[in-house]
């Protein structure tokens, strides 16, 4: 019993880590129809700049928790000001291919900066909870608690303020948006940068428990993507039940399957798009 | 986002056969003369070039003809590599039945995950392959009794030529490499000229059309599927006895990316495209890696430039400039 709770736990503490990442791609694809292959190095870039203004403030991790993830909204609005922008009208091949593009940028540029080692940072919050007899640091429940905060402050930015109101409809129709006046690319380069820190929040927030590399970004864009496909593309509460699910799976696989359970996401992927497109939240058909 | 991108590559026809096919024998002189420097690392250089273009090419039969993008194409390139390899570890040291055979696998895991691809488009159809494409990296990574893992598959030899010619020596390799390549770019040349090309044209710009004439659409996009696979995996199987070793990460997305970028550099919308784009994408790399280790920066920086500026690709310029007198 005690093994399940843990698992499930890991589960849940990964599943959030993912969601950060998977919820800036979800709001972007919704609102832009981009799907943007840079989220992850906008996730790895998090990791690095917290970890940077964490040094900078004299080791106070949590000023770079704040100052890092800020700092990459910026520098994503500034992406998406002077590059991103330009992709919309295009066909989906070249919006994958410049993001990828910039991945390729900005992996690289991270690791002229900080070299190819890995780094790692120390754990915050130190001291764990004991949960029906089994060690869980507090500092999983902390990474939870957060993931859930943004989801509840992400919905209500979109479902109960005027600015919500105005990305809805911007979403939904471009051209009407503007005509009654809304500054639909502001609120575009607006989403970016929201969506860009979400991620770097992501970033900085797991550097303590992984090690950061420029590779980081890679790893978890693609995972990402299986939980946006899952809970359906453009869907916010798919992507949070979908990172949730894909937690989980991953948790519940090592416990029971080991290594065997490496194809399990991938394996999910495909049976959710052959059988429901759309995904489990979904609302648009193919 | 329910705005339908139409998808309007045309391969083009523009610049006249006669052109075109002196084009092609100046290319093919070039790299057919490059033995006589006697240089091992340009003869290496010509079969990274000649692979990477067999390579791109057969993704292009599926992107430019079409109209499908997938992103898990690396995957029949690494079946194809890591097929041929431990044929010719295990089995034969007869290369041609070695790099046949493994692009025949390759051909076969292409119909088998084709058969799911192919049941939806767009977006959906990319996701799909980059899942499948995934999967297949996967069980490559983790199948160490097999693949080796991580640990890579070592010492894969480059075989014989009808028990007689042994083809170790990289100048004998190169023109081996050379005809196969050659040859396997001549068969999709025809293959995109036939009653076949003309068809899968046609469901690329109008599904509907091709459809109500009674043509099943998905069982041609299933055989275009397959196709690709197949030369993706003769492109792998090249590849494998050349560095004569195979990694899992040869199958994974990022790998699938090259293509793609190969492509979109040269120009998806003319048949030559790939070809170009890989010749100018070797190069670029050849010339960066001299200044940085981190190439993918200063090529990252290329690609946007030429995505937002030249799209089209390199070859479309080109094209322009040869076909200058032909209304465009």
New interface residues.
Partial sequence: MDTYVYTLLVGLYYGMNVWLVASGLTLI??MM?V?NFAHGSLYMMGAFLGYTFAKLCGDNFWLGLLIGPIAVGVIGATLEFF?IK?VYR?????Q???T??????L???F??IYGSLYMSVGVPIQGGIRVLGRFVPIYYFFIIAVGILVALLLWILLNKTKLGRYLRAAAHNREMSSAVGINVPRLFTFIFGLGSAMAALGGAMTAPIQTISSGMG?AII?TS??VA?IGG??SLLGAFLGAIIIGLVNSFGILWLG??S??LP??A??VI??AK?SGLFGA?E? | ???Q?S?TWRPNERMSSRRQTILVLIVFGLFAILPVFRSDYLNYMGMRIAIMALFALSFNIL?GYTGL?S?GHAAFYGVGGYASGLILIHLTSELILAIVAGAAVAGLTALLVGY?CV??????F???T???G??IY??C??WKSLTGGTESLGGIPRGKLLGLVDLFPLGRYYFFVLIVTALAIYVIYRITKSPFGLLIQGIRDNENRIRFAGVMVKRYRLYVFTIAGFFSGLAGGLYASLESTMFPSICD??SS?EP??VT?VGGVESFMGPIVGSVVFILIKELIVRF?Q?W??V???I??IL??GF?GGVSRFIERRFSSNLPS
Wanted: net charge positive; charged share 15%; no cysteine.
């Fill in positions: 694809f919704g129809g799907l590059l330009r295009l066909d989906i091949i070249y994958l291919l410049i990828y593009a910039l991945v390729l940028v992996d690289n540029l690791k002229i890679t693609i993507f299986i496909v593309l453009g290594e065997m490496a194809p991938y394996a992927m495909a798009l052959l497109p648009s193919e | 986002m329910t705005e991108r998808q992107l993008l992103f799911f049941k939806r488009t767009r977006i959906y990319s996701m799909l980059l899942a499948f995934m999967l996967v069980v990574y983790k997305w990022q990316a793609i970028m979109l940085t981190q993918l920066l090529f990252g920086i690609l946007i995505l937002i799209r």
